[in-house]
């Protein structure tokens, strides 16, 4: 019987080299990240210890839903494990920029203000706010946008932010991570900073979180620093790779309120939607999700530091904190963009022998390519990578269900860059 190792999966013996040096560099990080995980699973566990989860709370409902006592249970979870008053955890929440939309919508009134204070938010929020013209928009229903960019070195721009706060504010939206820009990834810690300077302009300004990719990487959550919504999606950080939809936001009782009467419908909120048997995955998801997260920043932080040494400029640089899990590399070529994302189909576990190509997706300037070869359709809580052919052709990565494939993901990428451009 023949031996299975990288050489035998098409690694070079520079590059496995090469990954043995970064790996041994990076212990001491390692060690760190094991440590958080093993606190955020504590985390988990707890939530599900004190809410008495048990077996009978995976049975699956069908029609209303009424007295669903899982979905309740679930959502009980969420809010222990963020410090809230509510949650509302739903498979009917069909993905992040759904959750994103439904926490506006539902909390902001025709002439309102919303406000973000860090810059344009990730390309899907440009069609709920009316930044592009959208059938739907906030705009429509008249509610007006502001928005402060971040300063040059990355600062909040507190004297804008001041300046722009007026009587019509109502909802401040946070982005926590850099989505697909290279501005930095906000920590937890100034996010809290952010919200506690708005709170001191106008004490009730709703401040609202989007915490997409961020859940696990740093010990706090936004909700535990003041925001009054966090929101996310199930098939990022919190689905743990098991989760096949749903969406999350969890906060102040009447912001989720809100939330719930507009899921559904006033009158019925929270009362009605079937779990129709997902239950038992979503809360399996989650307790896999602090390993998850683990898996997919070791990745990134290995991913970061081999295309450091490989002469490519990386966002966040390989010996910086993380506060999401995303890895951004200046590819320089549109070839080396190419090579990447084959690099990463190929070591994926489904589809692994389809070749990406660039397509003209709705919604963006440029052709984008795209590598996901994944078990949940567009989840990016697994290994996947995807960029915009244009200057500077960056390649974003992220994910990986566990280390192993993550390293030989990201090792198979470079092996194809080597091979095509270098
Ligand atoms: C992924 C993401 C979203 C939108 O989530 P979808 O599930 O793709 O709709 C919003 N904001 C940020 C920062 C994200 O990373």
Known sequence: MSKIDLSVMGISDKLIYMAEDIENSLKERFYKIDKQEEINELRVLK???????????????????????????LEDIYKNLFNTEAALVRQQITCGTHALNLALSANLRPGDELLSPVGKPYDTMDEIIGIRESKGSLKEYGISYRQVDLLENGDFDYDGIKAAINEKTKLATIQRSRGYSTRPTLSVEEIGKLISFIKSIKPDVICMVDNCYGELVDELEPSDVGADMTVGSLIKNLGGGLAPIGGYIVGKKECIEQCAYRLTSPGLGKEVGATLGVTHTLLQGLFNAPSVVASALKGAIFAAKLYEDLGYEVFPK???????????????????????????????????????????MPGYDSDVIMAAGTFISGASIELSADGPLKEPYTVFFQGGLNYGHAKYGILKSAQYVIDAVL
């Open 47 to 73: 939530a599900m210890q004190d809410n008495k989860l048990s077996e009978g709370h995976f049975a699956s409902t069908t029609g209303y839903g009424y007295n669903d006592i899982g979905r309740d249970v």
């Open 318 to 360: 390989a010996d910086l904190a993380r506060h999401d899990i995303i890895q951004a590399v200046n590819m320089k070529t549109a070839d080396g963009l190419i090579a990447f994302c084959e690099g990463i189909q190929a070591a994926a576990p489904v589809d692994s022998y389809v070749v990406p190509e660039p397509w003209a």
